[in-house]
Every structure is written in structure tokens, then in C-alpha cells.
């Protein structure tokens, strides 16, 4: 197979997603209201008997996205287990679409998703007195770790889809990954929680991508925080694609 059709087939399929996406209501006013009540609750709910230093829309910006990009995951791990679960899987590979192709095409459709809410996200930041301090070249560091970081998790939400035995299912295997932001110093300063706590929040990736996209926004100091959240994504999607190539594999076999 020519890598133009590949390319074709992941491009068909990423717009197949996207399409079911939009027939799913719930999922699009969900994806619409739940970055702004985020922010809201955070800010104006909880930011008041927060101390960080700062206003605290200025620090819980990062977390919010990542809080949501966590959340997109179930929907994404769904999605593929409604292929898997539905038949539509056989369908799909008498006309030669791979699957590879089909399972990107959910992937992309994810990223795209999460983009939008991030934005949205940034917008409703904005409108409550978000400021940020980045030159053009930290937002676009800002961009590229927060694309990495939503493709890491969704190629992650992907193979827990292939995992389970229902949609239903694989919407509650996605519930560690959304709890992640929570243990980390996306909402409150790691050094405020207990010891036992705080090791586990210092040692899980979104610490470093959450350090990330504050310090660069903000034009502060990052120190290694960049090249760890990076390295966290790169081993979490290595991971996550040989695993839906292998379960993939077993799951369509004869």
C-alpha cells in the first residue's frame, strides 16, 4: 500500500470521527460548557482559599486544559470500543481500510477536539484577567508540548478502548488518567501536600508538562520541566501504539 493511500485513509477515517463526534450532542455541549465551568469553579469557587503566590486564574490556566484534554480521553477510549464492540470493524476492513488507519483516525479526531477546547479554554481565561508573558517562540513551545501532550493521551485513551469490553467500560478505564491533573502542581503547589502525596505528584507527567506551560507562558524559568514532559510523551505514546497494534492484532484476529 502506497503511503499516499495511507495518508488517504487516516485523513478518511479522522473525518469519520469527527463526524460521529458532531452527531453526539451531549458530547459537543459537554466539550463547549465544561472548559468554561472549569474555570469558573477554579477561580472563582476555590482560587480564593488558594495561596500560590499569584492570581490564581494566572497559575490554574495550565491545568484547566490538561484537566480537560484528561477528561476528552474518555470519549476518545469510548468511541473506539463502540468500533470494536459495533461490527463496524469488519465493515470497515472488507473495504481494505487498515487498522492503523482507523485507529489514528480516532486519534486525530481527538487532538483536534482538544485543541478547540483548549482554545477555548485560553479565551474564557482571557476574558476573567489571564495575561501571559510569552514571546512567539515560547507560545510556540506552549503549542507543541500541549499537541504532545494530547496526542500522548489519546493514543493512551485508544488502546484502553481496545482493553475493554464496552464503551461504558472503557470510559471508566480512562477514570487514572483524569484523576493525573488533580495529584500534580496543576491546581495547588506540590510542596502544600502531604509527604506521601507529594512524592507521587513530583514523579508523574503531568507535574512536568503542567511546570511546562506555566513557566513558558508566564516567561518564567522552566528549567528541565520541557524535556521531561516531552520525554513522558514520547514513552507514553511508544507505549501506547504498540499496544493497540498488538490488541488491535488479537482483537481482530480470524
Request: proline letters at 5%.
Amino acid at each position: 500500500m502506497s503511503s499516499a493511500t495511507v495518508a488517504t485513509q487516516w485523513l478518511t477515517m479522522g473525518g469519520r470521527s469527527l463526524r460521529l463526534g458532531r452527531r453526539n450532542v451531549e458530547a459537543i455541549i459537554m466539550s463547549l460548557v465544561l472548559p468554561v465551568m472549569l474555570m469558573i469553579v477554579f477561580v472563582y469557587l476555590f482560587g480564593g482559599a488558594i495561596d500560590t503566590g499569584t492570581a490564581y486564574v494566572t497559575y490554574v490556566v495550565p491545568g484547566v486544559m490538561l484537566l480537560c484534554v484528561t477528561f476528552g480521553s474518555g470519549m476518545t477510549a469510548g468511541s473506539v470500543a463502540n468500533d470494536m464492540t459495533g461490527g463496524i470493524i469488519d465493515r470497515l476492513r472488507s473495504l481494505d481500510v487498515g487498522g492503523p488507519a482507523i485507529l489514528a483516525g480516532h486519534v486525530a479526531a481527538s487532538v483536534a477536539r482538544n485543541v478547540f477546547s483548549s482554545a477555548l479554554v485560553f479565551g474564557v481565561a482571557f476574558a476573567i484577567g489571564f495575561r501571559p508573558h510569552a514571546s512567539a517562540m515560547q507560545w510556540l513551545g506552549v503549542a507543541g508540548i500541549l499537541v504532545l501532550t494530547i496526542t500522548a493521551v489519546s493514543w493512551l485513551a485508544a488502546a484502553l478502548g481496545l482493553l475493554a469490553s464496552s464503551p461504558e467500560t472503557a470510559s471508566g478505564y480512562t477514570f487514572g488518567i483524569t484523576f493525573l491533573p488533580y495529584a500534580s502542581s496543576a491546581f495547588v503547589p506540590v510542596d502544600t501536600m502531604p509527604t506521601w502525596l507529594r512524592g507521587f505528584a513530583e514523579h508523574q507527567p503531568i507535574t512536568p508538562i503542567t511546570e511546562s506551560l506555566r513557566g513558558l507562558l508566564l516567561d518564567q524559568p522552566v528549567g528541565s520541566a520541557p524535556w521531561q514532559a516531552v520525554a513522558w510523551c514520547l514513552g507514553i505514546m511508544a507505549v501506547s501504539i504498540a499496544a493497540t497494534a498488538l490488541l488491535f492484532r488479537s482483537k481482530t484476529r480470524g
